[in-house]
């Protein structure tokens, strides 16, 4: 069975300085990780996706998330938040062939000005 | 990005009657379409995944003939909360998949009340 983790409800960070929002996943075959955000009031978006290929991946908005095998992780990160980067991040992860996507609790991402 | 549809945004219907939503990939063809519910400051909650021309397969807990699930072509499927009651309020989600591996594209949303 497949399941995804993001272990903080809520990220606090000063608008300027670096984030990261945690995601964890379990799988037994190959997993297909994504990311999406909803901003308040807004529809979920999709920012990025890791299915195969460089660890290292680049989404929308200057976002960036690394595929961690041996860790089991796919963080999303950001060298320098915004006060607009403020919603709740998703983590969902879909082993490759069941093609149903599991979605972490999400985490609320709150930027300081 | 891909857009997708959900009408209507709002719907505030009596307790026993019933209510439709749709979902509408708007420049894509959807071979698969999830429904959601969505908690207040909660996560998404999976009710079913319907592909094309198939019935809908259901989340364990999710009554499927309350819930009915429609995915009559690439482009549409809809949601009826059949003999709603008001524990049924809620925030309903679609999204829609072009293929497998693809990511989810995700309708506004729709707040159901049921008075």
């Known amino acids: 069975a497949q399941s995804v983790a993001q272990p903080e409800d809520q990220v606090n960070v000063a608008e300027g300085n670096p984030l990261t929002v945690k995601c964890t996943y379990s799988?037994?075959?190959?997993?297909?990780l994504f990311w999406y955000v909803q901003y308040p009031n807004r529809g979920l978006q999709f920012l990025l996706k890791?299915?195969?290929?460089?660890?290292l991946v680049k989404g929308s908005y200057g976002f960036e998330a690394e595929f961690n095998k041996s860790q089991t992780s796919f963080h999303l990160k950001k060298p320098s938040a915004l006060v607009s980067d403020s919603a709740l991040y998703f983590c969902?992860?879909?082993?490759?062939?069941?093609?149903?996507?599991?979605f972490g609790r999400g985490t609320s991402l709150i930027v300081h000005p | 990005g891909a857009v997708v549809s959900q009408h209507p945004s709002r719907v505030i219907c009596k307790s026993g009657t019933s209510v439709k939503i749709e979902c509408r990939s708007l420049?894509?063809?959807?071979?698969?379409m999830f429904w959601y519910r969505q908690f207040p400051k909660q996560s998404l909650m999976l009710m079913a995944t319907?592909?094309?021309?198939?019935?809908?397969?259901?989340e364990q807990g999710v009554e499927k003939d309350k819930f009915l699930i429609n995915h009559a072509s690439l482009t549409l499927s809809t949601l009826t909360v059949t003999s709603a009651h008001p524990e049924d309020s809620s925030f309903y989600i679609c999204?829609?998949?072009?293929?497998?591996?693809?990511?989810?594209?995700f309708g506004p949303g729709t707040r159901l009340t049921v008075t």
């Open positions: 999204s829609a998949r072009a293929g497998p591996a693809y990511e989810q594209y």
């Open positions: 890791y299915i195969t290929g460089d660890n």
């Open positions: 420049d894509f063809q959807a071979t698969t």
């Open positions: 969902a992860v879909d082993e490759g062939g069941s093609y149903i996507p599991t």
């Open positions: 799988v037994s075959g190959n997993p297909y």
């Open positions: 319907s592909n094309e021309g198939s019935k809908a397969t259901y």
